[in-house]
């Protein structure tokens, strides 16, 4: 093994409440009873549909896929607000989250023996602004805007690897979404860590299965060395 590649969040960095705070904050601004989780349920879902669409057609980066989101649901819901107004609420948590506790010591580990880098779902700015001020330090990092497609589109993973200048067979990939971070790279032929820290994967038969589960990183070294 010579490479391993890092998911951002919900792997690397906790994206905690925050975005389902963001939905109770923009719901309160209207009037009508909306269950606030199964409103973030479906902005997920639109977000999802809404990245593959860019994957598919023209690129556009993450925080205009917000923008869309948002203002696809509003139609939805017949909410009489200004959408692209309101978004603002959810891109203000962005590019303000935590690293989990065992991450930089993690990493810093894996750093004396491998090349680490990220390969995240995500705009520059966010990521950029979450790594220095959790001082998480790696040794390159790869976007869906830096790269122009969004996981599980092979390209993504296919572009880290060349630009890295490194064989399938001697990567790893290390994520908290079996679509993502375990099936996108698996795909392209990749080894693959599912971080699953709530105890929730099912492995059903004909899909992927991850090289090694684990629940957190703190056992990462053990789990890629072996």
Request: charged share 30%.
């Amino acid at each position: 093994m010579k490479l391993i590649i890092f998911d951002a969040y919900g792997t690397l960095i906790s994206t905690g409440t925050g975005s389902l705070d963001a939905v109770k904050k923009i719901l309160a601004l209207q009037d009508k009873d909306i269950n606030p989780q199964e409103f973030y349920k479906e902005w997920k879902m639109q977000h999802r549909i809404n990245m593959n669409n860019a994957n598919a057609n023209l690129f556009i980066n993450e925080e205009a896929i917000f923008k869309c989101d948002l203002k696809q649901l509003y139609l939805k819901y017949d909410i009489c607000r200004d959408a692209g107004s309101d978004v603002n609420i959810m891109l203000d948590t962005l590019g303000k989250r935590k690293c989990f506790d065992e991450t930089l010591s993690s990493i810093e580990n894996l750093r004396k023996k491998y090349k680490v880098v990220i390969g995240s779902t995500t705009d520059n700015n966010p990521l950029y602004q979450d790594l220095e001020r959790n001082r998480l330090v790696v040794d390159e990092v790869y976007t869906s805007e830096m790269i122009c497609k969004y996981k599980p589109d092979s390209e993504f993973y296919h572009y880290i690897l060349r630009k890295e200048m490194c064989d399938k067979e001697d990567a790893v990939f290390v994520g908290d979404s079996y679509m993502d971070d375990i099936c996108g790279p698996g795909k392209v032929g990749m080894k693959t860590i599912l971080i699953d820290r709530k105890h929730n994967f099912r492995c059903e038969k004909n899909e992927f299965r991850p090289w090694k589960i684990t629940d957190s990183l703190e056992n990462i070294m053990e789990l890629v060395s072996e």
